[in-house]
């Protein structure tokens, strides 16, 4: 068995673990508490060079007139269950997918997509990558006054697939591959209406494990960068709450 069917295996049964504690209602219908989200996040460009240090003014710098353009954005979706409610506190375990979509103009290892077949190793410059990830968001949520509630946000993302291009429109490569990604701490707010939830939240803290794509010169595998970032997402419940459903 190859390292990348263990991480195949791995992945999955994360998965399943998840889907069990989201399915183990105790006699309730699985539809309660379940709420789907759609998620919405901005961050700073990493301007970092091949070896993840500071980078210099140089040609890949982001022109003068567009410094203050947010990217990378990322999309998400999830399905999230109520697995546990103790006195005020909520907490919530989902499912999802997410994409990651990267546009700062830097040189990256076009050879990435390839296993063992000779590659040159020259410099091709990248605008568009794109990362396709899973994720596993664990929601913990507080009331503070009336329907406004204070929460944290821990969100494991696992790497699915990843495509890169040319500024050109050509494709550099692009790769399947099941592995750990990130694990984000986001702090923030949320605010129910009836069974529409809005949430903020802010990343505190991440570690990552560093993406040979764009850092093909790092020596390390993980790594705390945590350049500024936010997170908006709206989320919509389908099935009762359980007092709803108890009236």
Same mark, same amino acid.
């Given at each position: 068995?190859?390292?990348?069917?263990?991480?195949?295996? =791995?992945?999955? /049964? =994360? @998965?399943?673990?998840?889907?069990?504690?989201?399915?183990? /209602?105790? /006699? $309730?219908?699985?539809?309660?508490?379940?709420? =789907?989200?759609?998620?919405?996040? /901005?961050? #700073? #460009?990493?301007?970092?060079?091949? &070896?993840?240090? +500071?980078?210099?003014? &140089?040609?890949?710098?982001?022109?003068?007139? &567009? +410094? +203050?353009?947010?990217?990378?954005? $990322?999309?998400?979706?999830? @399905?999230?269950?109520?697995?546990? +409610?103790?006195?005020?506190?909520? *907490?919530?375990?989902? @499912?999802?997918?997410? *994409?990651? %979509? *990267?546009?700062? @103009?830097?040189?990256?290892? #076009?050879?990435? %997509?390839? &296993?063992?077949?000779?590659?040159?190793d020259i410099s091709i410059s990248c605008d568009n990558y794109k990362r396709h990830l899973g994720q596993i968001p664990i929601r913990a949520s507080f009331p503070i006054v009336g329907d406004l509630k204070v929460e944290l946000l821990v969100l494991p993302l696992f790497d699915i697939y990843k495509k890169a291009w040319r500024p050109s429109g050509d494709l550099i490569g692009e790769k399947m591959t099941i592995d750990f990604y990130s694990l984000e701490i986001n702090p923030g707010i949320q605010y129910q209406i009836n069974r529409i939830g809005l949430a903020v939240n802010y990343r505190l803290y991440q570690v990552k494990k560093i993406d040979r794509v764009i850092f093909s010169s790092s020596s390390e595998k993980i790594e705390h960068y945590n350049p500024l970032k936010f997170w908006f997402s709206v989320g919509y419940r389908l099935g009762m709450q359980n007092n709803e459903h108890s009236n």
């Open positions: 068995m190859n390292t990348t069917q263990i991480r195949i295996q =791995i992945f999955f /049964a =994360i @998965l399943v673990w998840c889907a069990g504690g989201i399915t183990s /209602a105790r /006699a $309730q219908s699985f539809w309660n508490d379940l709420t =789907i989200s759609v998620e919405f996040a /901005a961050a #700073h #460009h990493d301007k970092r060079t091949s &070896s993840r240090k +500071e980078k210099p003014p &140089s040609i890949f710098n982001i022109p003068s007139d &567009s +410094e +203050e353009r947010w990217a990378p954005w $990322q999309y998400g979706i999830s @399905l999230n269950k109520k697995v546990l +409610e103790w006195k005020d506190i909520r *907490l919530d375990i989902g @499912l999802g997918y997410s *994409l990651e %979509h *990267l546009t700062y @103009l830097r040189p990256v290892d #076009h050879c990435f %997509h390839l &296993s063992g077949d000779f590659c040159f």
